[in-house]
């Protein structure tokens, strides 16, 4: 047996109440912060040595560059104060140097937009200043500063060393009771009633209450172990070191040059020059081989080419200097560039921190954090609605999907991806509303969401948009007016058909949902209620009506980003003896919205229903006819207005979306787009979840309370 077989076996316990799967900066990340909660019955198995997969090659920026939402900036912020003051806890540097960081903007927009970036972040606690060309070339005389509008310094970030911030936190955690055993596979993943029981190992079982999957790009297969969909790519991910040159020293704040797609740090006397260019790599689409340690891929000189000469531009005196090395390394990204965290809605107790998007080692800290909170608590301490794993689908580990979508990441992280209206080019049309074709004619132009196409707004004939990466007014939004008005004073159809959409049957039904509803769902067969779940504490996790369609019958309808999130919660809280069944008929439905004044006259072209207010009253649902079919009509309306909302079996949807257009036309019947349901609902004072309520806020605090009935008989999760 040889030394290390030996000490893997003799460390290696036959169970511990966490497993953490991979030993880079994030495994070494959250290990350490649940043994500051108290929790160090904890093992971390690592496959060959801590940091051998993608964190030992990174560049280590700590900075806080696209961290555009409050957690993304409590993350880094948090990560970086961290880093500076590990060492007098662990004994072991992280390396970090706060040398100072320094964006550029040589074009309006961007200039526009690192200015917003700038007083979120001032708000966060991140001091950022604008400064002015002639100081950027004075920290960066390098630099062709002829064309920079301005700079963006923030002082105290800057570089720290990758592996030893990995290296310090194991250290913390070792320190305080955690095991962590190198050279151990996790090779299966056992689960029992829907919860993960054990990990298998080349070296034995180990059982466990709690599993994390901190694998990095190779979570997407060690969530295949326990059948969760874990939706990442590794992508090819480059940066060209220069010969040392005269002027470059280790003090020089890292520079980041958005519209060149690339970033610049001193490395050993030279440039270290990294790109996040526009159009990417996927790498080892089909899995990453079990044996990839500290490696290294080749560099793809002929893509890579015309996009460092943009890079190196910037920067004349590189005409002269050598080159040393260009390094690709692999690192896994998400389908929508956000981190892939939090409990997985296939299994109970088995948790992912993963898909970093290049941003794991600046947020590490703050990542191994938030995992440890919500595993400990039972509820995450901070926003998750653009990281939690739960709001992705399992096709989006598709592979032709991943590879089309993988070419874009790079360069929206960095650049092109948050923009108001900026959605991905590569991988669409993978899910279509059953009238697609038809809005496509009426002059749609379509977004992703979930993978659908959703409708954003409609252009006349001969329209041509010109999407422009900007803050500013966008050329069609005279269209989008118009729509706006059509719902306030004629009418307008939108297709909401992506809208999730669940079946909830069985003696057991009403008592299941009343107790996860705040609002009070025992009302007569055709009430629609709208309602919030919330977690334990009286987090808001889900903002959604709920629809008495039969005594033992309910529709539920939530956007279609959190159909996982309440499929979940769903099935978390039906116990075995409950008598009740959900079936997701999302597929089954389109739904069409009429909204505005007029829409009563024109549905009543389409249905022989009653729909006046005696009737057929507010917040009540119907099954009608429609034309040639049978559906439901819903009179509710998220924009402010008279309308009804019609759920229309799928293979009729074509024929009744015919008929509403041909009777419309009379009455000046407008298409809308999402655009105009956002305008409109916000006017109305609607509130939308993700927007302006999340997780952490209670519905009190969101403005919603009036939905709450804290007196209905057993009431309701989170109450107390
Ligand atoms: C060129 C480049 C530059 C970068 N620069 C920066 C930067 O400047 N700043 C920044 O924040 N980020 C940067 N990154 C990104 C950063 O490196 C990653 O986000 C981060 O290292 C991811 O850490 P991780 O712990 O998720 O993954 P990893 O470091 O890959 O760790 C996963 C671990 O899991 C182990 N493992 C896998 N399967 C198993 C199994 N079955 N059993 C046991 N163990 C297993 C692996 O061996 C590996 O050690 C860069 C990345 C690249 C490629």
Not at 492 to 504: C, G
Not at 641 to 651: A, D, H, M
Request: proline share 4%; glycine share 10%.
């Amino acid at each position: 047996m040889s030394e290390s077989v030996g000490r893997a076996l003799a460390e290696l316990p036959d169970r511990s109440q966490i497993v953490i799967i991979g030993g880079g900066v994030i495994g070494a990340s959250v290990a350490y912060h649940l043994a500051k909660l108290g929790w160090t019955d904890v093992v971390l198995l690592e496959r060959d040595q801590l940091t051998s997969g993608t964190t030992w090659h990174a560049a280590g920026l700590i900075v806080s560059g696209g961290m555009t939402t409050d957690t993304l900036a409590w993350m880094a912020k948090y990560s970086r104060d961290l880093f500076e003051v590990l060492e007098d806890e662990t004994g072991l540097s992280t390396g970090f140097r706060p040398v100072g960081y320094l964006q550029t903007a040589s074009r309006d927009q961007r200039l526009d937009k690192l200015r917003r970036e700038a007083d979120f972040l001032r708000l966060m606690g991140i001091e950022r200043q604008e400064i002015s060309p002639h100081e950027v070339s004075a920290m960066w005389p390098q630099l062709d500063a002829s064309k920079v509008l301005a700079g963006f310094y923030t002082a105290n970030e800057g570089r720290a060393d990758p592996t030893n911030v990995a290296m310090s936190l194991a250290k913390g955690a070792r320190n305080a009771g955690v095991r962590i055993v190198e050279g151990v596979s996790v090779t299966g993943v056992t689960t029992k009633d829907g919860r993960v029981t054990s990990v298998e190992t080349d070296f034995g079982d180990i059982e466990a209450e709690y599993v994390v999957n901190c694998a990095g790009m190779w979570a997407r297969q060690v969530g295949e172990m326990a059948g969760v969909s874990v939706p990442l790519q590794a992508i090819e991910h480059a940066y060209l070191i220069t010969e040392p040159f005269e002027g470059v020293s280790s003090d020089m704040p890292i520079l980041e040059d958005p519209d060149r797609f690339a970033y610049y740090r001193e490395e050993t006397g030279g440039l270290m020059i990294g790109l996040f260019e526009p159009v990417s790599a996927p790498w080892s689409l089909d899995g990453i081989p079990d044996d990839f340690s500290f490696g290294e891929i080749p560099s793809d000189w002929e893509r890579l080419g015309p996009f460092l000469e943009v890079a190196m531009e910037a920067m004349p005196q590189l005409e002269h200097v050598g080159l040393r090395k260009l390094f690709t390394g692999p690192e896994s990204f998400t389908p929508d560039n956000g981190f892939l965290i939090g409990e997985a809605p296939e299994v109970s107790n088995f948790f992912v921190a993963a898909g970093m998007n290049s941003l794991g080692i600046l947020t590490g800290g703050g990542v191994g954090s938030v995992v440890a909170s919500w595993i400990v608590d039972g509820v995450p301490p901070v926003d998750v609605t653009d990281i939690d794993i739960a709001r992705l689908s399992p096709f989006q580990t598709s592979r032709p999907y991943l590879a089309e979508r993988s070419v874009e990441l790079l360069g929206r992280l960095h650049s092109t991806g948050s923009w108001p209206h900026s959605t991905p080019a590569t991988a669409r049309n993978v899910r279509r509303s059953p009238i697609h074709e038809r809005l496509k004619q009426a002059g749609a132009n379509f977004f992703e969401s979930s993978g659908w196409e959703n409708t954003a707004w409609f252009a006349p004939d001969g329209f041509e948009t010109r999407f422009e990466l900007s803050y500013g007014r966008q050329d069609w939004w005279e269209y989008h007016a118009a729509e706006h008005h059509a719902v306030r004073s004629g009418v307008a159809l939108l297709d909401l058909s992506a809208m999730s959409k669940f079946l909830v049957q069985g003696s057991d039904a009403e008592k299941v949902l009343n107790r996860l509803s705040g609002n009070n769902i025992v009302v007569p067969v055709g009430q629609c209620v709208y309602t919030q779940w919330m977690n334990e504490q009286g987090g808001i996790e889900a903002d959604l009506t709920v629809t008495r369609v039969g005594d033992d019958r309910f529709l539920l309808v939530i956007a279609e980003s959190f159909h996982r999130r309440i499929e979940t919660m769903l099935k978390r809280n039906i116990a075995v003896e409950d008598r009740v069944y959900v079936t997701d008929v999302t597929s089954g439905y389109a739904l069409l919205s009429i909204q505005g004044p007029d829409s009563r006259t024109l549905l009543s072209e389409v249905t022989t229903a009653s729909l006046d207010n005696d009737v057929f009253p507010y917040f009540t649902a119907q099954d009608i006819d429609l034309h040639y079919a049978r559906g439901m009509a819903f009179r509710m309306s998220f924009v402010g207005e008279l309308g009804w909302e019609l759920y229309i079996p799928s293979e009729f949807a074509l024929g009744v979306y015919d008929r509403i257009v041909e009777v419309g036309h009379e009455l000046g019947l407008v298409h809308a787009g999402m655009e105009t349901l956002e305008s409109t609902r916000t006017e109305a004072g609607r509130r939308d979840y993700g927007l302006d309520m999340e997780n952490t806020d209670t519905p009190l605090e969101a403005g919603v309370g009036f939905a709450l009935d804290f007196d209905k008989p057993g009431g309701f999760i989170g109450r107390d």
